[in-house]
T-cell receptor, first 113, second 112 residues
Framework: SQTIHQWPATLVQPVGSPLSLECTVE??????LYWYRQAAGRGLQLLFY??????ISSEVPQNLSASRPQDRQFILSSKKLLLSDSGFYLC????????????FGDGTRLSIL | SQQGEEDPQALSIQEGENATMNCSYK?????LQWYRQNSGRGLVHLIL?????REKHSGRLRVTLDTSKKSSSLLITASRAADTASYFC????????????FGTGTRLLVSP
């Protein structure tokens, strides 16, 4: 069966520090991969998605970047965190094709001090 | 801006009652999906309904889709305390790549 791992679960970082969140998927190949951010009490905002190794599409201009160095690995990064980067970050994978559900990791709660 | 808007924003019921949540969206879709999120956790996929379908069932869940009104509803029958969670609709547009646009969610509280 397919599983998705996302870590760390919580992270407290000072303003201006770098960030690296990692997400890995097991049990499937060539998945579509997604990074979302969820503000408190709100829906999910798509940040990045990837259809293959090295292919990244950004949905909104921001202080973050994403990379996909391996088929089932998706990394969210920042060189210098801002207070506005605080939030709940979720990684998800989906199969190819339009009528595919997405499967989510348990998220990372990021607090910027 | 968000594609979907759920209504109500919050719903409080007793165990055994039915819960109905509504979702409205703005543009043509390929499919609409419902997800559940327990507090502080990731989202769990519940059900997917295609644009050419009008109703779908899965266990105690019933989803309807009215593309003429650009709306969907999720009915949870005989609710349980374990159904307490936030519920989100998400629309997949007809453009090339499957991206989901999530609504703002309905917070459901089921009291024993």
């Amino acid at each position: 069966s397919q599983t998705i791992h996302q870590w760390p679960a919580t992270l407290v970082q000072p303003v201006g520090s770098p960030l690296s969140l990692e997400c890995t998927v097991e049990g499937t190949s060539n998945p579509n991969l997604y990074w979302y951010r969820q503000a408190a009490g709100r829906g999910l905002q798509l940040l990045f998605y990837s259809v293959g190794i090295g292919q990244i599409s950004s949905e909104v201009p921001q202080n973050l970047s994403a990379s996909r160095p391996q088929d089932r690995q998706f990394i969210l990064s920042s060189k210098k965190l801002l207070l506005s980067d605080s939030g709940f970050y979720l990684c998800a994978w989906g199969g190819q094709g339009k009528t595919q559900p997405q499967h989510f990791g348990d998220g990372t709660r990021l607090s910027i001090l | 801006s968000q594609q979907g808007e759920e209504d109500p924003q919050a719903l409080s019921i007793q165990e055994g009652e039915n819960a109905t949540m509504n979702c409205s969206y703005k543009t043509s879709i390929n499919n609409l999906q419902w997800y559940r999120q327990n507090s502080g956790r990731g989202l769990v996929h519940l059900i997917l309904i295609r644009s050419n379908e009008r109703e779908k069932h899965s266990g105690r869940l019933r989803v309807t889709l009215d593309t003429s009104k650009k709306s969907s509803s999720l009915l949870i029958t005989a609710s349980r305390a374990a159904d307490t969670a936030s519920y989100f609709c998400a629309t997949a547009l007809n453009t090339g790549f499957q991206k989901l646009v999530f609504g703002t969610g309905t917070r459901l509280l089921v009291s024993p």
